[in-house]
């Protein structure tokens, strides 16, 4: 998931004077025809522009979030669970993977967007700065956050770009067992020992409501919704996606003894739909500023990695660079 | 784009699911050469026994038609319906043809 | 110590070493030097997780008193831990890393190969099995070897360092435990002197290629496979069990 817009005003999007307002208008056409639009085809830069955005920030929001639940992997409580997490974290380098690969066929360099997320420029989800506190948080990050993910990646399968859409389509079928390992680890600790069972609700208690902010600011407050639902770059809004995930997620909550931390939450039987409470969007635009509680460990972590794999990206190069030279010398020597 | 020449190239990989069937497309991967970039392509594309196959080969090593030319290209091939089987009438008694 | 108790102190050994490494592993995910090194190295650590599993696993039914891998794994404290002390070494950086797995990788490949003729065929089937994960695994750290050694002036520096880290624990991997004669004499165990001419020729080759000078080996240090280890595993275990340690009646 994690494609949110998290910018408050909305992107100029109008049609660029250069661009011919015949390719536009078939380009629209074919959109509106849910046909799939392909790297090399003609497409208005406003269109490029917000894909590479989105699918950028998708990647990196995967790169992030190995970390929360990498932070576990070394206290995995039992051998089962620590092969599944690596599992788990190691699918999710390779969904921000397939997504920099996608980004890529739209004229952008893996280097340039991972730069980006370095400085600063690019957003990632903010559900990723916060902290993973206890060992249920790993069981409620694969119940709610790849629960939220998967709810907004299913419809990107039919996305209108190529490439993002056959990305989704290996993500969607890999986060099939994300969410379930999240939710037996749930299950299991709140049907476990009382210890157990207070992690399992401290976990659902921290982890809720950044689930919910997810799905991002309500629908009118998210500038580009229309023009982005036009392009088939999204499919649901913000605020239906979420009602969905609040319809579903109450009754497993239920289901294994775990209390909703939403004194306002109830079901109501006209609306066919649960109400929930108020959406602290304060604290929401203040973690996409970069102010999440461990927003600052993300980054430093993420930055250290790149900048210690370094002399390793060069050295292959360099040796690789060595060992053609070596056949070329070779071959001229025949 | 100042990193370019330090950014390991990218390698279009296609996997063959199982013998009979042709090798796919499946993705892309960085990599300095094209050992590890099989390798790679190993780690990311076939982690659910999704091959018994790889290819790796240079992005920018493939020629691809251009969709600008698309019309030229191929719809000349779709005025010759004489190329299809159903093109052709046989009467419903003749058998195996 | 009984014929049995011997066959659990080598299970034990493998199992360990198996296990100890993918931890340490395991650390690396999320930090690799790229995305799809990363993946590369989980897979090694999930590989050796597995084997982690089936090792100590058939450990506690050798044993027979209850004990399940993760018994063994989560409820056992560094002096009963029976692995060497080169898998037990911190990741230090990716070059450091990549020099230990080789050692291992190339040491284990050369034990499995002899193992699967074990007579024991639990130790034999398990060996087939990991075998061809081991097999990937040496090669790949082979030519992460090649790349750092014959690659810039400052990688060759770090892969000679890293190795210069552990080549006083290698002697440790080819040296039989005093009760492994029996066993070896059952045709059980191997003997891990049998060991050391692929693992050298395997060594030599590689570093020809990664233009790495051959090592002068130092005195060697030992005791992993007797419990005496290095200041690292306590820290590395205190993290591993602490949750099945913290909260014993748990099940997780
Ligand atoms: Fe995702
Ligand atoms: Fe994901
Ligand atoms: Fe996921």
């Not at chain 1, 699918?55 to 070394?74: C, D, K």
């Not at chain 2, 240079?58 to 019309?71: E, K, L, M, Q, V």
């Not at chain 2, 010759?80 to 052709?88: A, G, I, M, S």
């Not at chain 3, 993918?22 to 190295?41: F, V």
Request: aromatic residues 10%; contains cysteine; proline residues 5%.
């Amino acid at each position: 998931m994690y494609t949110t817009e998290m910018s408050k005003n909305p992107t100029q999007l109008g049609p660029s004077a250069a661009e011919p307002p015949e390719l536009i208008e078939a380009f629209e056409a074919r959109v509106a025809n849910d046909e799939f639009i392909e790297p090399k085809d003609w497409m208005p830069e406003a269109y490029r522009k917000t894909l590479i955005r989105q699918i950028s920030q998708h990647a990196h929001s995967e790169i992030v979030g190995m970390l929360p639940e990498g932070n576990w992997i070394t206290r995995a409580p039992s051998l089962r669970r620590k092969a599944v997490l690596l599992a788990k974290v190691q699918d999710e380098g390779g969904h921000g993977l397939y997504l920099y690969s996608a980004a890529e066929t739209l004229g952008t360099s893996r280097d340039d967007m991972i730069d980006a997320l370095h400085s600063g420029k690019a957003k990632y989800s903010t559900i990723f700065n916060y902290p993973t506190l206890n060992w249920a948080d790993i069981g409620a990050i694969g119940w709610l956050v790849d629960g939220a993910a998967i709810m907004n990646q299913v419809p990107l399968q039919r996305t209108s770009y190529g490439p993002y859409a056959r990305a989704m389509v290996r993500v969607c079928k890999e986060e099939s067992f994300h969410q379930r390992q999240g939710f037996e680890i749930m299950m299991q600790m709140a049907a476990g020992t009382p210890e157990q069972k207070a992690m399992a609700q401290d976990a659902m208690d921290r982890w809720w409501w950044p689930a919910l902010m997810m799905f991002g600011p309500p629908d009118e407050n998210s500038p580009n919704t229309a023009q982005s639902v036009r392009w088939r770059i999204k499919r649901e809004t913000n605020d239906e996606l979420r009602q969905k995930f609040v319809d579903v997620t109450v009754p497993q909550a239920q289901a294994i003894g775990l209390t909703v931390p939403d004194p306002d939450l109830k079901w109501d039987e006209a609306r066919g739909h649960y109400d929930y409470g108020a959406i602290d969007w304060d604290e929401f635009w203040a973690v996409v500023k970069g102010e999440g509680p461990v927003a600052k460990e993300r980054m430093k972590a993420r930055t250290e990695a790149w900048e210690k794999g370094a002399w390793v990206r060069e050295a292959a190069m360099a040796h690789a660079a060595k060992q053609a030279a070596r056949r070329q010398k070779e071959a001229a020597n025949g | 784009m100042a990193n370019e020449k330090k950014e390991w190239p990218l390698w279009e990989v296609f996997i063959r699911a199982k013998n009979g069937l042709s090798h796919r497309h499946a993705g892309s991967v960085h990599a300095p050469d094209a050992d590890i970039a099989l390798r790679h392509a190993r780690d990311t594309y076939t982690r659910r026994m999704e091959g018994v196959s790889i290819w790796v080969i240079r992005s920018s090593d493939i020629a691809a038609s251009d969709p600008a030319d698309a019309g030229p290209i191929f719809e000349p091939a779709e005025s010759k319906v004489y190329r299809h089987p159903t093109f052709y009438v046989v009467p419903d008694h003749i058998k195996h043809i | 110590m009984t014929a049995n108790e011997a066959l659990f102190d080598y299970a034990l050994r493998l199992g360990d070493d198996a296990l100890i490494l993918s931890q340490r592993l395991g650390e690396w995910c999320g930090h690799a030097p790229a995305i799809e090194t990363d993946l590369t190295l989980t897979n090694v650590a999930l590989d050796l997780i597995g084997q982690a599993m089936l090792l100590l696993g058939y450990a506690g039914e050798v044993e027979g008193k209850g004990r399940d891998a993760d018994k063994l794994a989560f409820h056992r404290d560094a002096t009963k831990y029976r692995n060497c002390l080169l898998v037990e070494q911190p990741n230090g950086d990716f070059g450091r890393t990549i020099a230990r797995q080789f050692i291992f990788s190339t040491y284990q490949r050369a034990l499995y190969q002899e193992l699967t003729r074990s007579s024991d065929r639990r130790l034999a089937e398990i060996a087939a099995k990991a075998l061809k994960e081991t097999i990937y695994h040496a090669d790949l750290a082979a030519e992460w070897v090649i790349r750092l050694g014959d690659g810039t002036e400052e990688s060759h520096e770090r892969m000679k360092a890293g190795f210069e880290w552990y080549w006083r624990f290698v002697e440790e991997l080819f040296t039989a435990e005093p009760a492994d004669a029996a066993l070896i004499g059952a045709g059980i165990a191997v003997d891990p002197a049998k060991l050391r001419a692929p693992f050298d020729a395997a060594l030599a080759a590689t570093f020809a290629e990664a233009t790495l000078a051959l090592p002068k080996y130092p005195r060697p240090i030992t005791g992993g496979r007797k419990g005496r280890h290095s200041e690292h595993l306590g820290h590395l275990l205190a993290e591993m069990q602490f949750l099945p340690r913290a909260y014993p009646d748990a099940v997780w």
